[in-house]
């Protein structure tokens, strides 16, 4: 996906999330650290449809709860575009910026297949 294109779509979906909280009158409720703890808690229930199968591939959900933790998904996107509209992020720029760093840390020729921390390899 191209900068644009996803500058595109991240624009769409805070104006998207921005009329559905002007219409709620929600602004005031929605400060960095109500909307943080909000995507904290819609992380940990879209974790907890995994809990407990083997892999939590897809075959594993079903088509049911496949649709539950879509729901899920959308609502910790909805809350971390909101926070980043609240707080002024670029997302995608931040995104960008910290895949440099993440390269950085984590070399491709270096930990290719290995799933260890950067400081786990480092010396090696």
């Known amino acids: 996906m191209s900068s644009e ?10 104006e998207l999330v921005r009329t559905f909280v002007d219409e ?3 602004d005031q ?3 960095p650290k109500n909307l943080s ?9 879209l974790l907890e449809h995994f809990q407990w199968l083997q892999h939590g591939r897809i075959d ?4 049911d709860k496949l649709v539950q933790v879509r729901h899920e998904m ?8 909101r926070l980043a509209d ?17 390269r ?11 799933a260890r921390k950067y400081y786990e390899y480092k010396d090696v």
């Open 29 to 31: 409720f929605h400060t």
């Open 74 to 81: 959308a609502d910790v996107l909805v809350y971390l575009v």
């Open 37 to 45: 703890s909000a995507l904290s808690v819609e992380a940990a229930e």
């Open 60 to 63: 594993e959900l079903g088509d």
């Open 24 to 26: 709620r009158d929600w």
């Open 86 to 102: 609240k707080l002024d992020v670029d997302l995608m720029a931040a995104v960008e910026e910290k895949m440099v760093l993440n």
């Open 5 to 14: 294109a996803g500058q595109g779509d991240l624009a769409r979906l805070r």
């Open 104 to 114: 950085a840390k984590y070399p491709a020729d270096k930990v290719r297949g290995d």
